[in-house]
């Protein structure tokens, strides 16, 4: 009988025992799965949907501007640039923008802002948050145009409506104080406060030709990619092409440095929490494996006596953490599927809770707690708390080759 | 060389000392002892004279405080503990007083379970096992668990473990302590068979007199010292 079949006949000489470290197990994959599904799930909202707040997932701009963003730092030759951008496999789009602060005024008031000003033929809801969220009026067609998209409280603030005017104040290239007319095409409402109070579209053609710029000038190139996992990977190539040599190619950590600091945070809870999950899965299956090696001192004494050497005594051992290890994924993978459908289709609603904009680092959060887990987490998953069965076998089986066949066969 | 008698076992002023508490106890106390190849020799004694400390140190499976010991030309004093597994399972068949079967394993994987971990490929281990299990009267037992078999029918499922490596000897501990006598008779025959006509070596430790009876050598052990060695058969 080879080592593995004794193995898997050992562990079910205490079914019950077995069934509930193998439950243990399982559930730690349950919990690991809510959690780290949770995580890739809000985490990648998160960050697509601050990518979308305007600077992508990847961000080209002049060199300097993320520290200090004025408008006399630009990017040129932004056409080729962008064109050779979405030539790159894994870009679901990019846009060319310009982005700066405003004083935007109406009649009765002048508020403090920032714009964006954009191609209307290159936004799509998708990749744009503000365009999304409009509620009122509609995204204005004509990129020379006078037209402009406005948040709800600043809307509110300027006591301005569809159709009516404002005027943006802002500098150019010299530093000098420039303005311009727009009407009110449209009004979004996002839910963040930060953002419906000082954040306007503006026609891209407009803006340049205030400031300035020359047709294919601007101040950053947003990237939207297909999967945020690969911002690292895509910088790196952005960085390399030829039209690229004299921007800076940042990820969005480093051009929404407080997102990612927030999710860091986060996530370092959650490892937290899932550590301490563990390591409970881990006494319980060292206090199973041990329990199982002292009732069978003096079979080890036997075993021993005749002739298996405490190495082959100590693998045994170790194989039978590896069944134990095998039962309770599987189990746990029996148990926590349907969970994960659940979640991953329906989930749990805390909108009565949170409501529904409820925002955590400058972004809307999902009120509907949701799972998606990625390949290398499932694996992460898995292979984790398996090692970790692994491990906590490691002393009951060092010890059952540790004692002398002399003394365990004193053993009643 | 024509009728040069070999020795399976040399023990060369062995001691084993033990400690109890804040004294020193004396397990075995400088034996001297051979056994030649082919004996069904008897280790007796009253409870605590040393006849199970001397198997133990026979067996490898406890080392002496001092002297040296020899099984089939191998000095167990200079083996670590790995090095002793191989000499057990090479050459060294046990038998406990209490069967000590694997209770996972059916009587066939109880006799196999050696041969395993010698390596032997498994058509050789089913030849084996086969005709040993046939050789201790358990010849369509095999599918049996140590739960399903009765005390004697271990006892033999035991000495099939024994035996069926061909080891050099056979040390028996008390074999027939825990079964009634008529079964204790018919184990008796039958290891008395093995030696006759396979002529393996057995050992044994026993105070039990149909034990004794049956050896053709009786050392008596005395407060772990060999009082007497007798050839009586």
């Not at chain 1, 949170?354 to 955590?360: C, E, K, L, P, V």
Request: glycine content about 10%; hydrophobic content about 45%; some cysteine.
């Amino acid at each position: 009988m080879n080592l593995n079949k004794l193995a898997w006949r050992n562990i079910w000489r205490r079914k019950r025992r077995t069934m509930i470290t193998a439950f243990s197990i399982g559930f730690g994959v349950m919990l690991a799965v809510t959690f780290t599904g949770s995580g890739d799930y809000t985490y990648t909202n998160m960050i697509d949907m601050g990518a979308s707040m305007g600077m992508g997932h990847v961000t080209v701009e002049p060199v300097g501007y993320n520290l200090k963003p004025t408008l006399d730092k630009r990017l040129t030759g932004t056409e080729a640039l962008h064109k050779q951008i979405m030539t790159l496999d894994g870009v679901a789009n990019a846009t060319v923008r310009i982005t700066g602060q405003a004083m935007f005024a109406s009649a009765r008031k002048s508020v403090g802002g920032a714009f964006i000003a954009v191609d209307p033929a290159f936004e799509t809801e998708a990749n744009n948050l503000l365009m999304r969220s409009i509620v009122e009026g509609s995204l204005f067609s004509d990129i020379g145009g006078r037209g402009a998209v406005i948040g709800s409280k600043l809307a509110k603030k300027l006591h301005v409506g569809i159709g009516k005017k404002i005027v943006y104040t802002t500098t150019d290239t010299d530093g000098e104080i420039v303005s311009d007319i727009a009407r009110v095409t449209g009004i979004f409402t996002t839910g963040i406060d930060m953002v419906d109070g000082v954040m306007a579209l503006l026609p891209m053609a407009s803006v340049q030709k205030t400031l300035n710029y020359a047709p294919d000038e601007a101040t950053v190139i947003a990237v939207i990619i297909k999967d945020q996992r690969h911002a690292e990977a895509m910088r790196d190539r952005i960085a390399v092409l030829p039209e690229a040599k004299n921007a800076a190619v940042l990820t969005w950590k480093k051009s929404q440095p407080d997102l990612a600091g927030v999710i860091a945070f986060d996530k370092a809870g959650n490892y937290i929490s899932q550590f301490l999950v563990g390591l409970l899965i881990a006494v319980g299956i060292l206090n199973t494996m041990l329990m199982s090696v002292l009732e069978r001192t003096r079979e080890f004494g036997v075993m021993m006596a005749v002739g298996m050497s405490p190495g082959v005594l100590f693998r045994l051992v170790m194989v039978e953490s590896f069944w134990l290890a095998i039962v309770g994924l599987l189990l746990g993978i029996l148990i926590t599927a349907p969970w994960y459908y659940f979640l991953y289709n329906t989930g749990i609603d805390f909108s009565g809770a949170f409501g529904s904009d409820f925002s955590y680092g400058g972004v809307i959060v999902d009120p509907v707690f949701k799972a998606r887990l990625f390949k290398e987490s499932i694996m992460a998953i898995l292979g984790g708390l398996f090692m970790l069965a692994l491990l906590a076998g490691l002393y009951p089986a060092w010890r059952a080759g540790r004692i002398p066949p002399v003394e365990s066969l004193k053993t009643i | 060389m024509a009728g040069e008698v070999k020795h399976i076992v040399r023990m060369q002023d062995v001691v084993k000392t033990y400690r109890q508490g804040k004294v020193d106890v004396h397990a075995v106390n400088n034996v001297s002892l051979e056994i030649e190849e082919g004996d069904f020799a008897v280790l007796c004694g009253p409870s605590g004279s040393g006849k199970t400390s001397i198997l133990n140190l026979i067996g490898g499976l406890d080392l002496p405080s001092s002297g040296s010991i020899w099984v089939d030309d191998v000095d167990l004093s200079t083996l670590d503990s790995t090095a002793l597994s191989e000499v057990r399972k090479n050459r060294i068949g046990f038998v406990f007083q209490a069967y000590n079967l694997i209770p996972v394993m059916t009587a066939y994987e109880n006799a196999e379970f050696v041969l395993n971990l010698q390596g032997v490929s498994e058509a050789e281990c089913r030849e084996r096992v086969m005709q040993t299990l046939k050789a201790v009267g358990l010849e369509g037992l095999e599918h049996r668990r140590p739960d399903e078999m009765s005390g004697g029918q271990q006892q033999r499922v035991a000495i099939a473990r024994a035996i069926v490596t061909r080891p050099a000897i056979v040390l028996a501990d008390e074999p027939t302590a825990n079964v009634d006598s008529h079964t204790a008779e018919s184990l008796l025959d039958l290891m008395q068979l093995l030696n006759r006509e396979q002529g393996i070596t057995f050992l044994f430790s026993t105070h039990d007199q149909h034990v004794i009876d049956r050896a053709r050598r009786v050392v008596r052990i005395h407060d772990g010292k060999v009082q007497a060695d007798e050839v009586v058969g």
